[in-house]
Each structure stands twice: as structure tokens, then as C-alpha cells.
């Protein structure tokens, strides 16, 4: 079977994400198509969608700009999964708390960015995940912090009591990046997992 895999490509880990949705997949007996995301009209040929990290505010705007934001919005609409991770999640998020990001609002989360910077910019951490048996390597580079969720948000993971690892219906939301590892079991729960909760 063929899979087709949007991912938006203004900037970012791409090629990495690519690698991860392409082992994620094959381990399900599909064959993947990944489309780099720039312009509008790919995203509704689209069966899952992956918003990378980057700068939360060049990613909102080009979105904006090229007519993408809207086609998002729909596929999430239409219940497709959707796996957004540190700047995606902060585009994705109902509250970015910073007017130059214009959100999706996709995702009924608070997110502060940079919050972890002020203490640590980058670092690396073990993290436990509803639904993986092994910790996951977690990588938070310039990450968001998640300081609300919404009442159909579930919290797969915490770091120091913040939730960095969300989930509400198709769109799962990371701080962290998990695509620099090597470990695809984030993709693969985002993807193929998908067992939207019922509130
Ligand atoms: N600090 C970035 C922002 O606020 C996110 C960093 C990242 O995606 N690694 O947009």
C-alpha cells in the first residue's frame, strides 16, 4: 500500500523526519510517498502531515503567506493524523502567547517558547511515553514549554512536571525533536497508532 506524508519544508529537519516517517512506515507494510510541503495544494493529497521544528514564526508566516494554514487546518478537520514537534507544535497550539505567531489553533494547548532555554538551551533526556515500552531519546533544542492543556488534551509525557508530549484526537504535539535519534517509535505513534481518545 502507498502512504503519502506531507512534510512542511520551510525549514528544519526534513530529510531526518523523512528517514523516521519511511522506517515508521515500512514497519507497517507501507510503501511511503513524502511530498516537501512549500506551496498550497499538496497538503490535501495528503494522508499524514508533519509539522517540523524551526522557527515557530517563519513557519507561521509562510503558511499563512502561500495559503497552507487553511489546508491544515481541514486535514486535522477530517481527522488525519498529524505530528507536530517543538516550533510545529507551537504553530499548532490554540495559544502561543507571542503575537508574531499566527497559530492554527489545532491543538488546545498553551505553549511558552523558548522556556526551557533560560535554564538549558539543548539537551538530551530519557523520556517516558504513554504507549512505549522503552524511554524515548528526547531532544529539546530552544524547546516550547507546554504550561496549559485543554480538557481533550492527554499528556503522554512529562519533564519536570511540564507535559512534552500531547495528544488531542489526530494531532499528537511534541516539545522535543524526535527525529534526531534514529528512533521512529514517535512517528509511529503519531501515525500509526492514531487511536483518537474519546473526551
Ligand atoms: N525556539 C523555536 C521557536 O520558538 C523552536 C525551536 C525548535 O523548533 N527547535 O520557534
New binding site residues.
Given amino acids: 500500500m502507498s502512504l503519502t506524508a506531507g512534510v512542511v519544508a520551510v525549514q528544519?529537519d526534513v530529510s531526518e523526519h523523512a528517514a523516521a516517517i519511511e522506517r515508521a512506515a515500512r514497519a507497517h507494510g507501507e510503501e511511503p510517498d513524502v511530498r516537501e510541503i512549500r506551496t498550497a495544494g499538496i497538503v490535501p493529497e495528503c494522508d499524514v502531515l508533519l509539522m517540523p521544528?524551526?522557527?515557530?514564526?517563519a513557519i507561521s508566516r509562510l503558511l499563512d503567506r502561500e495559503g497552507i494554514a487553511p489546508e491544515i487546518v481541514a486535514h486535522v478537520e477530517a481527522g488525519k493524523p498529524m505530528l507536530a514537534?517543538?516550533?510545529?507544535l507551537?504553530v499548532a497550539s490554540t495559544d502561543p502567547q507571542d503575537d508574531r505567531v499566527d497559530e492554527l489553533g489545532v491543538l488546545d494547548v498553551t505553549v511558552e517558547?523558548?522556556a526551557f532555554?533560560r535554564q538549558k538551551d539543548s539537551f538530551e533526556a530519557p523520556l517516558d511515553v504513554t504507549g512505549l515500552d522503552e524511554p524515548f531519546p528526547a531532544v529539546f533544542?530552544?524547546?516550547?514549554v507546554v504550561s496549559d492543556v485543554g480538557p481533550d488534551v492527554e499528556v503522554l509525557a512529562t519533564w519536570e512536571e511540564y507535559p512534552v508530549a500531547v495528544r488531542q484526537g489526530p494531532v499528537v504535539g511534541t516539545s522535543f525533536?524526535p527525529e534526531l535519534t534514529g528512533d521512529s517509535r514517535i512517528h509511529d505513534l503519531a501515525f500509526f497508532e492514531a487511536t483518537p481518545q474519546t473526551a
Fill in positions: 528544519g521544528g524551526g522557527e515557530s514564526t514537534t517543538c516550533a510545529g507551537i517558547r523558548n532555554g533544542i530552544r524547546a516550547p525533536h
